[in-house]
């Protein structure tokens, strides 16, 4: 259909132009980084090559979390933690914590013992670092020195860094894809809107109409104005066809929402080149405002998510 076709369109000139290629990549790093990294620390269980299962902490989901100077609602953090030490038989030794400063402005590493950490549960299974140190500690605490030998590349401020550069890199990659995919595909979609519509076109018995046909249909108004894509039909008790969802709004299928409506609101016309032409009665306004498709409500009560014309 025709979201298929621009989406298509957007990729092939993305590919064309060349820009996108160092940056496409940083947005998918930037991506793949924000979901690796949850918003608590988390205990699982593992295996080794020991027959017995054990459970643990990543080392690296510790990175940048907060410490906390209680457990209570009223706790306070001081810090985030920057590095992990380890000992030569694998005990975590200490922990580099940030404080002070804004953002990683500022701020002075503090070597922080291990034992002076512990772990509260939270919600979900989450784990919160607490620590019973006081600011006044950390403020008189000498601070840590990385040796000049030893890289810093995984430590927080030089991560910090490097996801500014992807965040522009993104901004830029986001300005490239709109001035050379997005709004041209924008204009030919409208061009294409506007050729259907003003087409000659037959009246169709709504009811002949397959489901495979249905699915991916453009969505008119009564005017040359595209809404939407049905995405499903949904079958009545009675094996008769009693709404379809339309998404809504977005542009090449993303921000899209799903609105169901009546199926007996619907209109269909066939156009000159055999294309299927649905109209609904409804304004762009009435289906962005409509109630959003969920499976389960529409499953306990179909009156009250169907929208009807």
Same mark, same amino acid.
């Given at each position: 259909?025709?979201r298929?076709? +621009?989406?298509?369109?957007a990729?092939?000139?993305?590919?064309?132009? =060349?820009?996108?290629?160092?940056?496409?990549?940083?947005?998918?790093v930037?991506?793949?980084?924000?979901?690796?990294? #949850?918003? %608590?620390?988390?205990?699982?269980?593992?295996?080794? /090559?020991s027959?017995?299962?054990? *459970? %643990?902490?990543?080392a690296?989901? +510790?990175?940048?979390?907060?410490?906390m100077?209680?457990?209570n609602?009223?706790?306070?953090a001081?810090?985030?933690?920057?590095?992990?030490?380890i000992?030569?038989?694998? !005990?975590?030794r200490?922990?580099i914590?940030?404080?002070?400063?804004? /953002? =990683?402005?500022?701020? $002075? &590493?503090?070597? /922080?013992?291990? *034992?002076? +950490?512990?772990?509260?549960?939270?919600?979900?299974?989450?784990?919160?670092?607490?620590?019973?140190?006081s600011?006044?500690?950390?403020?008189?605490?000498?601070?840590?020195k990385r #040796?000049?030998?030893?890289?810093?590349?995984?430590?927080?401020?030089?991560?910090?860094?490097?996801? &500014?550069?992807?965040?522009?890199?993104?901004?830029?990659?986001?300005?490239?894809?709109? @001035?050379?995919?997005i709004? #041209?595909?924008?204009?030919? /979609?409208?061009?294409?809107?506007?050729?259907?519509?003003?087409? @000659?076109?037959?009246?169709?018995?709504?009811?002949?109409?397959?489901?495979?046909a +249905?699915?991916?249909?453009?969505?008119?108004?009564?005017k040359?104005?595209?809404? %939407?894509?049905? *995405?499903?039909?949904?079958? !009545?008790?009675?094996?008769?066809?009693?709404?379809?969802?339309?998404d809504?709004?977005?542009?090449l299928?993303?921000?899209e929402?799903?609105?169901?409506?009546?199926f007996?609101?619907?209109?269909m016309?066939?156009?000159?080149?055999?294309?299927?032409i649905?109209?609904?009665p409804?304004?762009?306004?009435?289906?962005?405002n409509?109630?959003?498709?969920?499976?389960?409500?529409?499953?306990?009560?179909?009156?009250?998510?169907?929208? $009807?014309?």
């Amino acid at each position: 259909m025709i979201r298929t076709l +621009l989406t298509t369109t957007a990729v092939a000139t993305m590919i064309a132009t =060349g820009a996108l290629a160092d940056s496409s990549s940083a947005t998918k790093v930037e991506t793949e980084a924000a979901t690796a990294m #949850p918003d %608590g620390v988390y205990e699982f269980e593992f295996h080794t /090559l020991s027959p017995d299962a054990t *459970s %643990g902490i990543l080392a690296s989901n +510790l990175i940048g979390k907060a410490v906390m100077n209680g457990d209570n609602d009223q706790a306070e953090a001081i810090g985030d933690i920057n590095d992990v030490i380890i000992t030569r038989d694998g !005990g975590v030794r200490a922990v580099i914590v940030g404080v002070g400063g804004f /953002l =990683g402005i500022g701020e $002075k &590493d503090v070597a /922080l013992d291990m *034992s002076r +950490l512990s772990f509260m549960t939270k919600g979900d299974d989450r784990l919160e670092i607490v620590s019973d140190v006081s600011r006044d500690e950390l403020d008189q605490a000498n601070a840590f020195k990385r #040796p000049d030998y030893i890289p810093d590349w995984m430590n927080a401020e030089t991560v910090r860094e490097e996801m &500014d550069k992807i965040s522009e890199s993104a901004r830029t990659t986001y300005e490239v894809v709109r @001035e050379e995919a997005i709004a #041209p595909a924008k204009k030919g /979609l409208d061009e294409t809107v506007s050729s259907a519509w003003t087409a @000659e076109k037959t009246r169709v018995n709504a009811r002949t109409v397959s489901t495979e046909a +249905l699915i991916g249909a453009e969505v008119y108004t009564g005017k040359d104005r595209n809404i %939407g894509e049905v *995405s499903q039909v949904l079958i !009545g008790e009675d094996g008769k066809a009693e709404a379809v969802v339309i998404d809504v709004g977005g542009f090449l299928g993303f921000g899209e929402k799903p609105v169901a409506v009546s199926f007996d609101s619907l209109k269909m016309f066939e156009s000159g080149n055999g294309a299927l032409i649905v109209t609904a009665p409804f304004s762009k306004e009435q289906l962005e405002n409509a109630k959003t498709f969920e499976p389960a409500e529409y499953k306990e009560s179909p009156e009250s998510v169907i929208l $009807k014309g």
